[in-house]
């Protein structure tokens, strides 16, 4: 049996540039751990808070969308389980979700990310308007508003990964990159 190292782990994360990592269950607790650590962001108190309303906005997105579940005793219910990581390079910190989701819900969420994308500032900027005054989804959590307010914090495009997982579900890796500079 080959063994988990710590050591290795930690050395891989320093490597990549990875300040933040988390796998399991976002419950509310989790989030606030993670926005205390993101505070100690070394670049300016506006970077950290982008950085930490994307953060927030992907785990929500694994507490309600993910189909992997876990129970919670504190909840009381089941609660999405799935991936985030803050990593880095010279220009950008890099946000990155992954969790798993039905299949079908996969060529949706591709169309949505691409037309967020390609939208302009002023286009995403009504686009988001509009969405705020659209009712609720059926048996969905939320406005609707995650990608687009990503893309509007970050100033960058969204990019979404999708792997096989199994035979009903894909994992969903979402990134989205923050620029040091403003």
Do not use: W
């Not at 962001?41 to 982008?50: C, E, F, M, Y």
């Not at 609720?136 to 509007?152: H, S, T, Y």
């Not at 970050?154 to 096989?164: A, H, L, Q, T, V």
């Amino acid at each position: 049996m080959e063994h988990f190292s710590v050591k290795t782990f930690k050395q891989q994360l320093s490597a990549k540039k990875i300040s933040l990592a988390f796998q399991g269950i976002f419950s509310q607790d989790v989030l606030a751990l993670i926005g205390k650590s993101l505070r100690n962001t070394p670049d300016s108190r506006v970077i950290a808070k982008r950085l930490f309303a994307i953060v927030i906005e992907m785990a929500q997105n694994i507490h309600h969308y993910s189909a992997e579940k876990q129970y919670s005793e504190k909840d009381g219910r089941d609660i999405g389980v799935g991936i985030v990581a803050v990593a880095e390079d010279d220009q950008h910190y890099v946000i990155t979700s992954g969790n798993c989701i039905d299949k079908h819900e996969v060529p949706p969420l591709i169309e949505r990310a691409n037309y967020i994308n390609g939208l302009d500032a002023d286009k995403l900027k009504a686009f988001y308007r509009e969405q705020r005054k659209m009712p609720q989804r059926e048996g969905k959590p939320g406005a609707n508003l995650g990608f687009i307010d990503m893309v509007r914090k970050s100033g960058n495009p969204i990019e979404i990964n999708i792997k096989d997982y199994d035979d009903t579900r894909s994992f969903f890796i979402l990134s989205v990159r923050v620029n040091k500079e403003l």
